[in-house]
């Protein structure tokens, strides 16, 4: 019996002394590895350390570079040719596909028209996808394009003094009253550059569907950056008197020809292959929102005026400012004639390359008459609506 139990404590002994020195050995194996472990996190934290110690470096060197390069080429330019410009590199990273194919049209504020929509595209080789991921959180963006449909856009090469350019330009609502350039929105200023804002309807890839848009199809793009009311929305900001009257450029009225709607099913067939609507009355829609404002220019408002004095008796106005007594016929006169001229006038306006013609008479009610193909360059593209059905539900 006592053998048995010597024996039974030499076996738990021997196991104890065993386990003890099995974890001594694997103390001693990973006091081993945390010291390997921790030399090497040393190491690694120095070469970072110099590594940030060099590309700080380098970057400085770059900077000073980048401005002596800069001071050279300003220099480098003739005397007769040096403007004292500064340049920078800015280049498109993007272009919009837009429902307005022309200029014509084409809403002189964003957002006025809440169904115009745009795709814009980004040059992948320049902006990565991967650069949009979060402004589908946003619910509108600010954008950076180009006027670059300007007709006087070749004065940006002359020097100032042989430029042109105009201090002042002429607004719409002030029926062609002048003000400052820089206190208007006119494309026609020192730098081509506009900024708009448009709501943010869906991303995709490279792409964003815009809506609310006031851009030109091609227009290109410098800079996109998301809208954020609480620094972008200014509540005591003021404007002046002349802007506070929306219904200025507003239309009385707009109707659709009896034939209209079956020559816009004509057109879908071919349409709604490169369309961003859904249907031929989401788009008929669009074409009411647009023409809700009067979209012509000042000199297409003042035409039945000045074609009525061109065509008419060049003795109308003269004998109302020399009899008295005919002063009153006369100006009746000369406003029916005005009217009867004005709602003959056909004016076009082309969207998705549709081609919509329509009439406004002289106390602007709109008569929308036909709608056909335009002629237009093929390698125009759109982005339909198909390809965004999935993202707008």
Not at 161 to 166: A, I, L, Y
Request: charged share 25%; hydrophobic share 35%.
């Amino acid at each position: 019996m006592r053998g048995n139990i010597s024996e039974t404590k030499w076996l738990t002994v021997t196991a104890i002394t065993f386990t003890l020195t099995a974890i001594s050995i694997s103390a001693y194996a990973l006091k081993r590895k945390w010291n390997h472990m921790s030399s090497k996190i040393e190491e690694l934290e120095a070469s970072l350390k110099s590594c940030s110690e060099k590309c700080a470096s380098e970057r400085q060197g770059r900077i000073r570079a980048q401005q002596a390069l800069r001071e050279e080429v300003t220099k480098s330019q003739p005397k007769s040719e040096n403007l004292n410009l500064t340049c920078y590199p800015m280049m498109p990273i993007g272009t919009v596909h837009s429902c307005f194919s022309t200029r014509n049209g084409t809403p002189r504020q964003p957002l006025l028209v809440p169904l115009a929509r745009a795709c814009l595209v980004f040059n992948t080789t320049r902006v990565p996808p991967a650069s949009l991921e979060g402004l589908e959180e946003y619910s509108h963006c600010w954008i950076l394009y180009v006027f670059h449909l300007n007709t006087d856009i070749d004065k940006l090469w002359k020097h100032p003094s042989k430029s042109g350019f105009k201090a002042k330009v002429r607004v719409p609502r002030l029926k062609g009253g002048r003000k400052g350039v820089f206190a208007t929105r006119s494309p026609h200023r020192p730098c081509p550059i506009g900024l708009t804002v448009a709501k943010v309807e869906a991303v995709q890839g490279n792409m964003v569907l815009l809506s609310g848009v006031d851009l030109v199809d091609g227009t290109p793009v410098l800079d996109l950056k998301p809208y954020i009311p609480y620094c972008d929305s200014i509540r005591e900001a003021t404007v002046p008197n002349w802007l506070t009257d929306d219904n200025l450029l507003s239309v009385a009225s707009i109707s659709f020809s009896e034939d209209f709607t079956s020559a816009l099913e004509n057109c879908w067939i071919v349409a709604e292959k490169k369309s961003l609507y859904a249907s031929p009355g989401e788009f008929q829609s669009l074409i009411k929102q647009v023409l809700s404002w009067d979209i012509r220019s000042l000199s297409q408002r003042n035409r039945p005026h000045d074609a009525l004095l061109k065509n008419e008796n060049d003795e109308l106005l003269g004998n109302a400012s020399d009899v008295d007594d005919h002063e009153n016929e006369t100006v009746v006169h000369e406003r029916e004639q005005n009217a009867i001229y004005s709602s003959k006038i056909i004016y076009h306006l082309i969207l998705e390359g549709l081609d919509v013609s329509y009439r406004i008479d002289h106390v602007g009610h709109v008569i929308v008459d036909n709608v056909s193909h335009a002629v237009q360059d093929n390698k125009r593209s759109f982005f339909n609506y198909l390809a965004w059905k999935g993202k707008m539900q």
